[in-house]
């Protein structure tokens, strides 16, 4: 069974600095790329940009370019999505999934992680 | 950028059919897939490359992208299937997702 497991809940403050983890299993982790999608309170999906864990490869959406990496440690089958300096307007649900290459569609969604920000 | 429109709510009376449209330039040309989101829950795909669907996903649920105008029908609309329904092109090697439509079943 693919499963894709995030990190717990956070809450910080503004200007901190903060990386989630996504750990897959149940399928070799280098054949599909992860994505992260981000759901604003009350809002639609968004997607972020996805990484290719075979060789660290990333593409972001332009809203996203700059203000957040995407990452990934292959060894131990988890990506990583991380800010520098968070603001209150990052406050989502943020979730990753297993992006099939050949069908161009999210198959498998983690749990997602709620990123709280407030000072 | 790539925009999909999606109307911001549609209602079903229990037991009839739900129809949920999906808008782009030139969408008939692009595979179109589907998610549902129930409250409080990650997404789920659906359907995949207009009316393929995905493995577990009740016969009730289909897709269509004929006449430029995907379409999402779910036919027997049960309460479980309230939530909320987004379609997804891939342009431009990223994944555009339209705004969401969410479902209330009367």
């Known amino acids: 069974e693919v499963q894709l497991v995030q990190s717990g809940a956070e809450l910080k403050k503004p200007g901190e600095s903060l990386r989630i983890s996504c750990k897959g299993s149940g399928y070799t982790f280098t054949s599909d790329w992860i994505g992260w999608v981000r759901q604003m309170p009350g809002k639609g999906l968004e997607w972020m940009g996805r990484i290719d864990p075979n060789d660290s490869e990333t593409k972001y959406s332009p809203s996203f370019q700059g203000h957040v990496t995407i990452s990934v440690d292959k060894s131990i089958s988890t990506a990583y999505l991380q800010w520098s300096s968070l603001r209150a307007a990052d406050t989502a649900i943020y979730y990753c999934?297993?992006?099939?290459?050949?069908?161009?569609?999210?198959?498998?969604w983690g749990q997602g992680t709620l990123v709280s920000v407030t000072s | 950028s790539y925009d999909l429109t999606q109307p911001l709510s549609v209602s079903v009376a229990l037991g009839q059919t739900a129809r949920i449209t999906c808008g782009g330039t030139?969408?008939?040309?692009?595979?179109v897939h589907w998610y549902q989101q129930r409250p409080g829950q990650a997404p789920v795909l659906i359907i995949y490359r207009d009316k393929q669907r995905a493995s577990g996903i009740p016969e009730r649920f289909s897709g269509s992208n004929s006449d430029n105008s995907p379409t999402l029908t779910i036919s027997g609309a049960l309460a479980e299937d309230e939530a909320d329904y987004y379609c997804?092109?891939?342009?431009?090697?990223?994944?555009?997702f339209g705004g969401g439509t969410r479902l209330t079943v009367l």
């Open positions: 999934g297993r992006l099939s290459l050949v069908r161009a569609v999210v198959d498998d």
């Open positions: 997804q092109v891939w342009v431009s090697g990223t994944v555009i």
């Open positions: 030139d969408i008939g040309s692009k595979n």
